[in-house]
DNA sequence: TTAAACATGTTTATCGTTAAACAGACACGA
DNA sequence: TCGTGTCTGTTTAACGATAAACATGTTTAA
């Protein structure tokens, strides 16, 4: 057993077709359906594809021959006739880079969104940018997909919608693709601003006046986007924001840490909202390695209402995305690219919302 | 069409619609190949699929031409003459059916071993049995998979199988199709048993002699078959198992109280095997509203070696999956299974691994 | 009244590849 | 010497659908 088999091409890696076994229960195929009720092939096409180009007395014979017989059309003639195989790409990522499962989510409702419209979705492991360009290249001109959906998680990933419009492969990317003249691409985005006002805003309800901002070192958009948003809010309530904000990488450990140096100190803050619910779940630990209890001690927020967010105790407050709303509209804004490769792009940008748990209870 | 769209930016200032649309840069066909080098497609063909056939001279000039050319074959054109889509498929859950992830990062692996095959996954999301069965059957006559790789998470799902079997629809089970006579289906599975015998080893070597199972009610087997690991282990060690176990569902809340119970004795268990990182976390939990310390005080162990595990303080020790082996196997069986349909099926069973953390350090 | 437009269905020509059968050259054993 | 493989490449015929053009009868517009 050869796991290692790297596969070039096409390379069906010379299996002998051995058993001549089954006949390979035969579908029926379109041919099958005209001539049982008559017609010719072109009219069953019509049929399923333009209903409106047969009499309702013609149509309703095809669709009951269709219906009869169980037929239904083979996609791989299909695609190669039409030149569309009417099928996505999407990348998968390693289980530690989609922390919070948002993106496995959010392939979920774009799998749905897409079948809809009769689209399927063909996902790619990738670890590394090029392997990803190499598959994506391979794909597509192998015709096995149109388009590709791509989101751009970490400055890391900006290259990718560079060598997509270099190639003139159709995208939409999930998320902005900042750095890039955004109106240049396909995009569908959360407002992170917006939801971090609204986190603020919350707090700023509760009473709360000292509200720090434990966030993400300065990167790519992201980052400054979610922060934004919490210092705009802060602005609009008159509160400061000087020595407020401590920065770091997105993993729990350090949270703890970060958030503990923010609690020790003379006058600590007494809500703490976060870019993620990752750095909130530290933040949650320090306080309870302080004896203080989240929620009456110190208000919580993360970001992207995942699942930890709901099994941490106590529950934590957290941002939730619509991702299914998100995968409609990518999926729209799919089909109008492939209708219309060279039109103006189309951005669409969703709120948020918050979900209130435990960590922000009333005080 | 509205998806309750916030807002729906639009471009930048007006650029010139100048740009003339571009003639789709058409793909190389292998006809353009063939001219390229003077050979029949067939040759193409050849070279690519099956390059035994040729001779070293024809095949390095035609490789030649194929990389010059950029050339890919079309994967619908390939499907449509071969009769095979070069596709499997797989479902894909909602998040909170899927809550460590293991899901994912399997369809990950899954993904890049398919890949390595020549094999593409197509993935799709169902809500409900029937909807599942309805899109398998659809996706099958359309000839869009060859296959699908399904997953038997819970007993809801047993009838999927039975299903496929009767349809004859190609498939590989990841996890046992319990309850079905499992030498009919073609599956891969982690031993869970042996997975527990791990952990219940690993703490005898600790000096825990009381090990208290925090298990899943009786349903399908996989409840039994982490349960009897437990059991089993314990009997070869002379240990006590009676009202050594309480049972509940797969959430942390239920589990957390569960523990309490346990830990609340007048002889408390010092080590606590779970058969889920969710029910661990639950335990963990319980200690901690003791002021016991895991680790120090109580053993816990997990299942599945989730991030959670990882992220959750002390740092859970658990039962890993081999996902990339599993995947691997899973691939190399359903290629045995296309090429010969009316084989014996195959079943491979692989050994989960312990990874200690601080919830297990030694006394 | 007449031509143009519409409605409805058919015919023909591919889409790009591989399966199957065929064909020439060469080797080899009887 | 001849028949019989083997090696290498070609030819022909699909695979199952849709695009494009065509062919009718029927409306509609001028």
Redesign the interface.
Known sequence: ?D?????S???????D???R??P??S?PTMAMVAERVGVSTQTVSFALSSPGRLSPTTLRKVLKAVDEL?Y??????R??RSRS?Q?LGFR?????R??G?VM??Y???L??AA?KEGY??????AETYEEETQ?IE??F????VDCFVITCPSSDDLPLPLFLLER?IPFVVFGRPWGL?M??CWWVDV?GAAGLEQAVNHMVELGHRRIAYLGWEKSAGLAEDRESGWQRAMGSHGLPTRGMIVRGPD??ETA?RAAGELLDRKTPPTGIVCPSD?VA?GAL?ACQERGLEPGRDVGITGYDD???AR?V?PGLTSIAQ?LE?AA??TV?LLLDLLNS??S????????PSLVVRESTMPR
Do not use: C, W
Request: glycine content about 8%; hydrophobic content about 30%; cysteine-free.
């Open positions: 057993m796991f290692n088999a790297k596969t091409l096409g390379a069906g890696s010379g299996r077709e051995g058993t076994s089954k390979r229960s579908r169980g239904r059309p083979n996609q791989a003639a695609s190669l195989p099928a998968l990522y390693p289980a530690d989609d922390v499962g496995a989510s392939l979920y409702e799998s749905a079948r399927g979705v063909f996902s790619y492991a598959i391979e794909t001109r192998r015709n096995t003139q003249p109106s240049d407002d993993d729990v703890r990752t779940i630990r995942s699942l930890g099994v105790t619509p709303t409609k509209h729209r490769p060279d103006k792009p189309e951005q669409v940008l969703l709120r």
